[in-house]
């Protein structure tokens, strides 16, 4: 599966921004899909995941009631709707495949950068 990631920039505290990540090859293999954000310094964090059969989804806590993850399984494509963005949320976004329910080491994407300004 090879994932493209897109969407990121530079927006003010408070705006939004819509991340895509389509998936091509493989795509019968996805068993779930996910975003995982790395800020400058940090590790590497998980965002949220959507499953691709029945779309339940999961988030962490620092951006709940902000982000929204969503797919279109005709365009094998997962967003990340992100709203009342914060300076904390900079990160480089990557977009991650599990493809067996054990955890998303299979596949990521190259990531997009966002970067919020106060």
């Known amino acids: 599966v090879q994932l493209q990631a897109s969407g990121g920039g530079l927006v003010q505290a408070g705006g939004s921004l819509r991340l895509s990540c389509a998936a091509s090859g493989h795509t019968f293999s996805i068993y779930r899909m996910g975003w995982f954000r790395q800020a400058p310094g940090k590790e590497r964090e998980f965002v949220a995941a959507i499953m691709w059969s029945g779309g339940m989804t999961s988030s962490a806590d620092s951006v709940k009631g902000r982000f929204t993850i969503s797919r279109d399984n005709a365009k094998n494509t997962v967003y990340l709707q992100m709203n009342s963005l914060k300076s904390e949320d900079t990160a480089v976004y990557y977009c991650?495949?599990?493809?067996?329910?054990?955890?998303?080491?299979?596949?990521w994407g190259q990531g997009t950068l966002v970067t919020v300004s106060s």
């Open positions: 991650a495949v599990d493809s067996n329910g054990l955890g998303f080491s299979d596949y």
